[in-house]
T-cell receptor, first 115, second 116 residues
Framework: ETGVTQTPRHLVMGMTNKKSLKCEQHLGHNAMYWYKQSAKKPLELMFVYSLEERVENNSVPSRFSPECPNSSHLFLHLHTLQPEDSALYLC??????????????FGSGTRLTVV | AQTVTQSQPEMSVQEAETVTLSCTYDTSENNYYLFWYKQPPSRQMILVIRQEAYKQQNATENRFSVNFQKAAKSFSLKISDSQLGDTAMYFCAFPSSGGSQGNLIFGKGTKLSVKP
């Protein structure tokens, strides 16, 4: 399997639940990203990992907790979410932190609904 | 701060015709890269075309081409011979810190509908 794979594709969770989003890339890339996509808003960068180290956290609430156990896997742990957190969460990867020169490879996203 | 603006929230085009999507950006860098991404209903963001700012020649990928005007900081996407499969959201993007550094930032997108 190649590319960037995200699971689950859809997720409905209550505000008191704990769930995790998973992202896996088979491209040999060293940088991975979480973006949040809400309707009528630009994509919002949430977290950046480079060589398994978190290098950016763009003022994301602590109810979102990322984890990068190795360069191929990225998780987003969710707990005590709010309805406004409902969105499409996209994972992306790039060869390294210079990847902005070549663009990113994206997964198909997880559509999250918080009820 | 770097910004990306797409002024057309929605556009439509007849099949086989040509359509142009606009994008403007703001940067103080001289060398950088610009991208157009396509997001069909399948939701996966797909890289359509890439332009290097230090190259004067406009990038072309099959039916997709750009009109890059560096001085005007304009980067429009032209789709020729539109096909039904071109129906998607289109996003303009470039690095937040200019050059090859920084993370990609995106415009709000243009929803393109290709009508039969």
């Amino acid at each position: 399997e190649t590319g960037v794979t995200q699971t689950p594709r859809h997720l409905v969770m209550g505000m008191t639940n704990k769930k995790s989003l998973k992202c896996e890339q088979h491209l040999g890339h060293n940088a991975m990203y979480w973006y949040k996509q809400s309707a009528k808003k630009p994509l919002e960068l949430m977290f950046v990992y480079s060589l398994e180290e978190r290098v950016e956290n763009n003022s994301v609430p602590s109810r979102f907790s990322p984890e990068c156990p190795n360069s191929s896997h990225l998780f987003l742990h969710l707990h005590t979410l709010q309805p406004e957190d409902s969105a499409l969460y996209l994972c992306a990867s790039s060869q390294d932190r210079q990847g902005a020169a070549y663009g990113y490879t994206f997964g198909s996203g997880t559509r999250l609904t918080v009820v | 701060a770097q910004t990306v603006t797409q002024s057309q929230p929605e556009m439509s085009v007849q099949e086989a015709e040509t359509v142009t999507l606009s994008c403007t950006y703001d940067t103080s860098e001289n060398n950088y890269y610009l991208f157009w991404y396509k997001q069909p209903p399948s939701r996966q963001m797909i890289l359509v075309i890439r332009q290097e700012a230090y190259k004067q020649q406009n990038a072309t990928e099959n039916r997709f081409s750009v009109n890059f005007q560096k001085a005007a900081k304009s980067f429009s996407l032209k789709i020729s011979d539109s096909q039904l499969g071109d129906t998607a959201m289109y996003f303009c993007a470039f690095p937040s810190s200019g050059g090859s550094q920084g993370n990609l930032i995106f415009g709000k997108g243009t929803k393109l509908s290709v009508k039969p």
